[in-house]
């Protein structure tokens, strides 16, 4: 009896545990201050100041959180929301409302800390994949990172 029930167990905890989420994570280095830096980074629509696909951020709040919507350059949009901000330790976390990136469920933070010769940025990222194979999903946020933190390395000062 009990060599039926272990299987019958196992088997039942794998076809109620959820998907794993998929992670990114990113980092650069910047000469320049945490301050300066996080500065750069700026409110949650200073992204339209640093991420090179960015054409415009529009700033709104909905029930009480700030969302942005991101006019991507050569057509698209994304809305995403600020679900928490924390200027003393210098990052914030949001999520994606909607936008043609092949990802849901995405949680994203960015921070600034201090490090020998400036600062180090860090973009982390949840999500899973939406339409595209894991690795695909993976490799279009790496992609949007790493443009972003150039982006960001090159207008800190």
Do not use: N
């Not at 109620?16 to 830096?37: C, G, H, I, Y």
């Not at 991101?70 to 909607?98: P, W």
């Not at 860090?122 to 790496?142: H, L, Y």
């Amino acid at each position: 009896m009990f060599k039926i029930i272990v299987p019958a167990v196992a088997l039942a905890t794998v076809a109620f545990t959820p998907a794993f989420a998929l992670e990114v994570t990113k980092t650069t280095m910047v000469a320049a201050s945490p301050e300066a830096v996080w500065k750069t980074v700026g409110g949650f629509c200073g992204i339209g100041d640093w991420h090179p696909v960015i054409e415009k951020c529009a700033l709104s709040k909905k029930g009480g959180k700030e969302e942005r919507t991101l006019s991507l350059k050569g057509g698209g949009t994304i809305v995403e929301q600020e679900q928490a901000r924390d200027d003393k330790k210098m990052s914030y976390t949001y999520t994606i409302l909607s936008g043609p990136l092949p990802v849901e469920d995405y949680k994203s933070t960015i921070m600034v800390e201090k490090d020998v010769g400036g600062s180090k940025v860090t973009w982390t990222g949840t999500f899973k994949a939406k339409g595209a194979p894991d690795d695909k999903a993976k490799e279009a946020i790496a992609g949007v990172y790493d443009a972003g933190l150039k982006g960001l390395a090159a207008k800190a000062k």
